[in-house]
């Protein structure tokens, strides 16, 4: 990598607000999960889990849509001021990371790790286990 060369990383949390319900509520682990307005006041589907995904619901679906392709998923109202506080969590420890974060949306940010050009190699007590796999190549 040259000098002039920047090291920008776009963050994305997908299926944000189904996430921090499964966190808030272990018991929803594994679970299809949805996030949104009531389907009997034509609410929208505004978050859902990777289990309900499955059956092909995705976000901004009716919600009585997609009640229909998966009838055992929890519809949950949306808590937004929880999602604040997480997403206050999350880019709180992206500041910790670089100096330079911008954050576009209550999920999403762009981070500039460009001083960040040495990252450590995993260890053996290391999520990869001291391993390549995983890893970018």
């Known amino acids: 990598m040259s000098d002039r060369s920047r090291v920008i990383v776009h963050l994305d949390l997908d299926a944000f607000f189904a996430a921090v319900e499964v966190l808030e509520n272990p ?5 299809p999960v949805l996030v949104g307005g009531r389907p009997e006041e034509r609410g929208v589907v505004a978050a859902v889990s990777y289990p ?9 679906m009716p919600m009585s849509r997609a ?3 998966c009838p055992e998923a929890i519809v949950l109202p949306p808590r937004h001021h929880l999602y ?3 997403s206050r969590r999350v880019m709180a420890i992206l500041h910790q990371t670089s100096p330079l974060v911008e954050q576009m949306s209550i999920d999403e940010a762009y981070l500039d790790l460009t001083e960040q050009r040495r990252w450590p190699r995993p260890t053996r007590n290391s999520p990869h286990g001291g391993s390549r796999r995983g890893q970018c190549r």
Request: without cysteine; hydrophobic residues 45%; proline residues 0%.
């Open 84 to 86: 604040q506080e997480y």
């Open 27 to 31: 018991d929803l682990t594994g679970k």
């Open 67 to 69: 009640l229909a392709l």
């Open 52 to 60: 309900a995904r499955v059956f092909g619901v995705h976000s901004a």
